[in-house]
């Protein structure tokens, strides 16, 4: 249950809803509103597909290419901590979208690498190796931290007007530094496996 729980929060953070709050505003601000529903329930269930084929083929891709659980724990841990210094010390370039004006998005940059980027398929793949086990409960992670990223994207007009964007700013920089502590605990228990302590 612990792990469940640890497990939602993780993915939760790395997905980073209110980092993403800007970039998913300015990618649909084109769009008219009940469009721009559509489109983001669309590129959210996308991610999320992509996101249970990495939890469910993770184990398999791991043991394909040979790698201990220490490895990919210290390994994911130096992954989270990059993630998680980006989050505190955000650069300018998380602006640009990529996309021309007036296009609609589709698969990229929202599903992909937004919400399903490289760190959390990352960490599915992991998580996956670390619990082969626990996959019920794992998914049931992964259902809820993207329900809670979903929500707070839907509703993305309110936070933006209750918190502002320093609010905004504030709050991942908040989740960058409980990230910060979950990667370097990450790390640690790899080396701790590693090194049989």
């Not at 998380?94 to 690498?113: C, D, N, Q, R």
């Not at 905004?168 to 910060?180: D, N, P, T």
């Amino acid at each position: 249950m612990t792990d469940m729980i640890s497990a939602t929060i993780l993915l939760f953070l790395i997905m980073d809803p209110l980092g993403n709050l800007p970039i998913f505003m300015s990618v649909l601000k084109h769009l008219d509103p009940k469009r721009r529903r559509v489109v983001l329930i669309r590129e959210m269930l996308i991610a999320l597909i992509l996101m249970l084929i990495f939890l469910f083929a993770g184990e398999k891709i791991l043991s394909f290419l040979n790698l201990r659980t220490e490895t990919v724990s210290i390994s994911g841990g130096i992954i989270l901590f990059l993630i998680a210094i980006k989050m505190i010390f955000p650069s300018e370039e998380k602006s640009s979208t990529g996309l021309s004006a007036g296009e609609e998005p589709f698969l990229v940059p929202m599903a992909i690498p937004l919400v399903a980027g490289p760190s959390i398929l990352a960490t599915l793949m992991l998580l996956s190796h670390q619990y082969p086990h626990q996959l019920s409960h794992l998914t049931l992670a992964l259902f809820i931290a993207w329900g809670l990223s979903m929500g707070i994207l839907l509703l993305s007009n309110l936070f933006l007007r209750l918190l502002g964007d320093k609010g905004v700013s504030a709050l991942e920089r908040l989740m960058g530094l409980i990230l910060v502590m979950l990667s370097t605990q990450m790390f640690l228990d790899g080396i701790r496996a590693y090194l049989k302590i």
